[in-house]
């Protein structure tokens, strides 16, 4: 049986750089995405310094 798309962690990035302006506050950096939880939950994620929040 094929394996579902969303059974792959990268496939729920969302990139948020250019609508929402987010920075990083550890690094500055505002390169983050959104990573979308299985319960709905929000996370945010620096992809230059691995710097995580909700």
Known sequence: MAASRFEDPTD???TTQARTGL???ACGSSDVAQVLG??????Y???SCGHSWS
């Not at 299985?38 to 996370?43: L, M, S, W």
């Open 45 to 47: 994620v620096c992809t």
């Open 12 to 14: 729920r990035l969302v």
């Open 23 to 25: 920075v990083c506050r």
């Open 38 to 43: 299985d319960n709905g939950g929000v996370t």
